[in-house]
């Protein structure tokens, strides 16, 4: 599943459109791993990625788990939250493409990405379709995948996200 879900995003991160697509899987079926690789794409492309977690707590975990997977390939992950800002460019972090992980703070008006070309907001449902917007104005028509471990039945994904596309794990 997770490599038919890849092969959807790869098809829309190289489509005429931005992706708009809903990611929904069980807790433990790979939303994060799939999020890193559509983040990684974005970010081969020269593209800097937003991640929105709901609570410092998330998105702190998946600073550690970015961190593990991205800096050894060179790749600058900066964690924003109400508490914590990033240091900026450095020997530790390299300037170039950067995954931005962070809560509510990233919709604040000092985030503001050079290339944000990709946005991903986990646990979708925890934050309001305005919030939504506001985050993916901070880029030039961006990409959007917005994640969920909720159940959607399909009649109601489609009424509630029909701007989505829906991909299921």
Sequence with gaps: AQTR???????DLGGRWPMRRLL????GSG?????????????????????MAPTEILAEQH???FR???????????LWTASVKPAGVSE??????????????????DFAPANLGLVIIDEQH??????REQLVRKGRYPH???????????????TVYGDLDVSVL
């Design 5 to 11: 879900v890849l092969r959807e995003i790869r098809a």
């Design 24 to 27: 929904q899987g069980d807790v």
């Design 31 to 51: 939303k994060t791993v799939v999020a890193g690789a559509a983040a990684l794409m974005a970010l081969e492309s020269g593209c800097d990625v937003a991640l």
């Design 63 to 65: 600073a550690l788990t």
């Design 68 to 78: 593990r997977w991205f800096e050894p390939l060179g790749v600058r992950v900066e």
């Design 92 to 109: 530790a972090n390299p300037p170039g493409p950067a995954l931005c992980l962070g809560t509510h703070a990233l919709l604040e008006s």
């Design 126 to 131: 925890r934050f309001g379709v305005a919030q």
């Design 144 to 158: 959007l995948l917005v994640m969920t471990a909720s159940p959607i039945p399909r009649t109601l994904g489609l």
